[in-house]
């Protein structure tokens, strides 16, 4: 059968789609592998996922792994890559765990050097990108004699599993047969020490490739791995990012409500209220609600919500007039990797702005190291002295920059008494300023009872510190975004753009996804449990209390098992969470459902923590421990994790005639039964 014209122009009709639909992936970035965060998971150097091949394919001979969840062990790979390469000529690649393969390890040529660089996530888990590698090292690899190691752990001395992923690395491979040319090192959060522990292993790692392996010790000197080269686009190009939070965001044509939604790509979530549930001199405390309805971004019960961010007005306007860029915000251009295995961490083309605003980490404290690595662009020798001093000097770095709570703007431009650093490229900016990530958020709702509304209750910190402001990036967002949500009067103490990239925030929206959780209540609702969670901890229990009462809500026949909150705050009158909420809880479960407060503050003689209340309750925690009770403690980190541990240890000794040390491994046995779940920070 002969084809008439009209038969051509479908068939050709139907070829232009396709070859846009696939043109349209290029544009958009969907098919580019260099781009980090915005794509898929295809390796930071190219397609292979086979280490020795990319090894040799890029003449590489270090290599600079990372387990990182929150992106500091990341920041550290590539801040050690930049000293290695510089200082002691070596052709250095980071690499994300979560990136390659591990069947060829075997083969790896022992010229290579490999440096893990892990983070403990919660108890004494693997951070999530790091959890097929650890499993390989446990239970597939065989013999790894030819591989040259060195260690480096992240953790928390706060959490019972202080470091085990990176002591566990370390250990397994020296057990396999590889050698460590350094010795293992860490670094503990729960002190506020991890960078000065960081350098500490990293002079240890330096003396060892000095002495040992026999390397040349050259003076630091900053060798770009890209070139940020300028466009002449207009901003309104299309194709130009304004800080989307991700490149499918800049499809004009892209779903936004169909995922799926993870780490690398948000949902822009409407926020469909948001309340202040309390306010005091130094805090106040933000209750949001993101409708996710029309999405399907899930989530259930006990998840965390991972809240985008993007940095204040104040900030970003410092930051431009330190780095000398305040004239160039508005500037288009896209960065070249001078390296290939080099990710570049953003879509470009973008601008100056966009990369302040939305994707550098540009407040909060600085270290050390970061002086180090600036002081060759000291605009004049006198600063460049006064860097180096202090750079060199623990003790005094301590007392004039972290105790006054410098972030770098500020620091920059007290050394150089407001003057800008015109010798610092953008280049070396990007780099070397930690990327902004994603701060977390128990989610204080129920799947059960809210569907299509994700609950957050997240405490903002705002203080005023040597005439600086000082406050968190997230919350002081959200509050900013609370007060013009209700039109009130007060003024933010600090200033976002609301509207977003392209206005894609306005009318109240933030980008998030779901991270799931192991924080989660018994399948069987019959089964008692024990919520200690005080100050913001008590998010994730107002979601189980929740889930409770729209069970006994939804099947009054149910047996609902009891339900025992512990709560700690201040006093009633000041920053007692959901006060209002807890007596319709009380209502709704009836005997079954019993709660304690913990007032710190309200008795000047004594000062009363939840580890009292549970003290004060022991005969019945007993009793609801025999019963088979799961407890849940959310919250505090540093200390009371800790100490609600041991007191519910002293009360199990007590309560079943046991020593306090069987008392402990009776908890660590709950733990690993998951009756006994934390959500700490
Ligand atoms: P950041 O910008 O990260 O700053 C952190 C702190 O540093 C702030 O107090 C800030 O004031 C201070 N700071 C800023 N600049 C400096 C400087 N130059 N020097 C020294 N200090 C400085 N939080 C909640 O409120 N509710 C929750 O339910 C909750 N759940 C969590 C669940 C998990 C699993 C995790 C990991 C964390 C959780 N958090 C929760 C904590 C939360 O993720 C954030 O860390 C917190 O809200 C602060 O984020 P931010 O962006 O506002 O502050």
Redesign the pocket.
């Known amino acids: 059968m002969a084809l008439d014209t009209l038969d051509f122009a479908v068939l050709f009709a139907l070829a232009v789609a396709v070859v846009a639909y696939f043109a349209k992936d290029q544009i958009f970035g969907s098919g580019n592998a260099n781009e980090k965060g915005f794509l898929s998971n295809t390796g930071s150097s190219g397609s292979s996922r086979d280490l020795v091949e990319v090894l040799k394919k890029n003449n590489k001979n270090t290599v600079l792994f990372y387990g990182s ?2 992106g500091t062990a990341e920041d550290y790979a590539s801040k050690l890559l930049k000293e290695l390469a510089s200082r002691f000529g070596l052709k250095c690649l980071t690499a994300d765990l979560a990136d390659y393969d591990y069947d060829t390890l075997d083969t790896i040529s022992n010229d290579v050097l490999v440096f893990f660089l892990m983070a403990t996530y919660g108890e004494g888990e693997p951070t999530d990108n790091a959890v097929e590698f650890y499993d390989y090292l446990q239970n597939d690899a065989d013999q790894l004699a030819t591989l040259k190691y060195t260690v480096f752990g992240l953790g928390n001395s706060t959490y019972e599993f202080y470091n085990a992923i990176g002591k566990n690395v370390f250990e397994k491979l020296e057990s396999l047969g590889s050698e460590s040319f350094a010795p293992y090192g860490e670094g503990d959060d729960g002190k506020g020490t991890m960078d000065e522990d960081f350098l500490a292993w990293k002079e240890k790692v330096f003396d060892a490739l000095k002495n040992d392996l026999n390397f040349e010790e050259h003076d630091l000197t900053y060798e770009p791995a890209i070139e940020i080269i300028p466009m002449d686009k207009d901003v309104n190009d299309e194709t130009v990012s304004y800080g989307e939070p991700s490149a499918k965001y800049l499809d004009p044509t892209y779903n936004a409500s169909r995922g799926p939604f993870d780490h690398s790509h948000p949902y822009i979530a409407p926020i469909a209220t948001t309340t202040e549930l309390f306010h005091s001199k130094d805090r106040s ?1 933000v209750h949001a609600e993101f409708d996710i309805s029309g999405s399907n971004l899930r989530y259930s019960t006990g998840d ?1 919500l991972a ?1 985008w ?1 993007s940095n204040s007005d104040e900030n970003i306007k410092l930051f431009a007039k330190a780095f000398n860029v305040e004239s160039k915000l508005n500037d288009v251009f896209k960065i070249k990797a001078l390296d290939s295995t080099y990710s570049i961490p953003f879509h470009t083309p973008i601008t100056y702005g966009a990369v302040i605003r939305h994707h550098l ?1 540009i ?4 270290s050390r190291q970061f002086l180090s690595s600036i002081a060759n662009f000291s605009p004049s020798p006198e600063i460049k002295k006064e860097v180096t001093k202090l750079a060199n000097d623990k003790l005094l770095f301590a007392k004039e920059v ?1 105790s ?4 770098v703007a ?1 620091l920059l431009l007290k050394l150089s008494n407001g003057q800008p650093w015109t010798q610092i490229p953008f280049e070396f900016v990007i780099e070397t300023i930690p990327h902004l990530q994603a ?6 709702s129920s799947s059960l009872t809210e569907k299509t509304s994700i609950h ?8 005023t ?1 040597h005439n600086k402001k ?9 509050k900013n975004l609370e007060i013009e949500q209700n039109n009130e009067k007060s003024e933010p103490f600090l200033h976002y753009d609301l509207k977003g990239p392209r206005g894609k925030f306005s009318n109240f929206k933030l980008p998030v996804h779901v ?1 799931r ?1 192991t924080f989660k209540l018994p399948s069987n609702p019959s089964i008692p449990i024990i919520l200690i969670g005080p ?3 008590i ?2 229990m107002r979601g189980f209390v929740r889930e409770r009462v729209t069970l006994k809500k939804n099947d009054p026949s149910v047996t609902i098992g009891e339900t025992f909150v512990f709560y700690g705050c201040r006093t009633r009158d000041e920053d007692y969470l959901y006060k209002n909420e807890w007596p319709e809880y009380a209502k709704a479960l009836g005997d079954s459902f019993q709660m304690e407060v913990a007032f710190s503050r309200e008795d000047p003689t004594k000062k009363v923590y939840v580890q009292d209340k549970l003290l004060a309750h022991q005969l019945k925690l007993n009793e609801l421990l025999d019963k088979g009770a799961y407890i849940y403690v ?2 505090d980190a540093s200390r009371m994790a800790r100490d609600v541990q041991k007191t519910l240890g002293s009360i199990l000794a007590k309560g079943r005639n046991i020593t306090e040390e069987k008392a402990a491994e009776l908890i660590r046995s709950f733990k690993v039964q998951n009756r006994y779940q934390e ?3």
């Open positions: 969840q929150t405390c965390h809240i961010p980490e407040s909060g404290a600085i972290t006054q709570q410098l972030d500020d701060r977390y958020y128990s989610i204080s957050v209750t997240a405490v903002v910190e705002a203080e510190h000082v406050g968190g990036v997230v919350t002081n967002l959200l991270r959780s100050g913001t901890g998010a994730p959310c919250g959500d700490v920070w």
